[in-house]
């Protein structure tokens, strides 16, 4: 893959320390992007540091809850300060917490995802579009799903929270437009990650999904993959 578009960007990535994030991270380093990376699990963390080459040094990081919406705010000020002004945001962090019927969702387990997949996306980019409208530059890339696309049984809150980031990035992409600023949104299907209980080989890689993350970056200043569905051979959740 030509990456020369990438290699000099800094590049912030969310929900680093798992699945299609932490993949996503290692592969950013290695082409040689400043990366700022958070997660939420310390011990993930370490494991995902200790992966890093040692000449790979372009990088920040920190562990907190995104939910936090304080704690975002300094990360991303504190990542800003040390690898510089961010050219793209990937929001990756995301969870499926509660799988139940609609008629059985509990409250709080519909406002945590919510938090998690609506509005810490919401806020990262909030906390950053200042400085990409101010020099007219900048990429945003939200990892969706695709039951943003074809309803499925037993997963009503996860594909509310999914749904709703989808839609308010539809309205953000045309707004965003005036400052020529890139809102990209992937909405992969199955993946066999550590983001399920159980083993799916016949799934998407992590690793095929932050490729074409990546290739989603790698364009130049007039050109924008705006919405890109990607899913394993094996699904038939589409129209």
């Known amino acids: 893959m030509e990456i020369s578009c990438i290699k000099n960007k800094k590049i912030l990535v969310t929900g680093a320390t798992s699945g299609i994030g932490r993949i996503l991270t290692l ?21 995902l540091i200790d992966e890093i080459s040692v000449s790979e040094q372009n990088y920040f990081f920190e562990c907190f809850d995104v939910t936090d919406e304080n704690k975002i705010i300094h990360f991303v ?3 800003t300060e040390k690898i510089g002004e961010i ?7 995301g969870a499926n917490t509660a799988k139940d019927s609609v008629k059985d969702i509990q409250l709080n387990d519909l406002e ?28 945003i890339i939200n ?23 989808d839609a308010l990035m539809k309205v953000f992409r045309k707004e965003s437009r005036a400052d020529n ?20 080989p016949e799934y998407l890689k992590p690793e095929q999904v932050a490729d074409s993350i990546i290739s ?7 050109t924008s993959i705006d919405e890109l569905v990607i899913r394993p051979l094996i699904e038939k959740n589409y129209a």
Request: net charge positive; hydrophobic share 40%; proline share 2%.
């Open 27 to 47: 592969k950013l380093l290695k082409i040689g992007a400043s990366v700022a990376f958070c997660g939420r699990k310390e011990t993930k963390m370490k494991k």
């Open 181 to 200: 600023i890139k809102v990209s949104s992937i909405y992969p299907g199955g993946v066999d990650s550590d983001f399920r209980e159980t083993l799916r």
């Open 112 to 139: 945590y995802m919510l938090k998690l997949n609506t509005i810490a996306p919401f806020i990262f980019i909030r906390e950053l579009y200042g400085a990409m409208s101010n020099k007219k530059s900048g990429q």
């Open 216 to 222: 989603m970056m790698n364009f130049n200043d007039v």
């Open 87 to 93: 050219d793209v945001l990937v929001n990756c962090a």
């Open 143 to 165: 990892v969706l799903s695709t039951v943003c696309n074809f309803s499925n049984e037993g997963t009503g809150a996860y594909t509310a929270s999914k749904a709703s980031l």
């Open 77 to 79: 000020n504190n990542a």
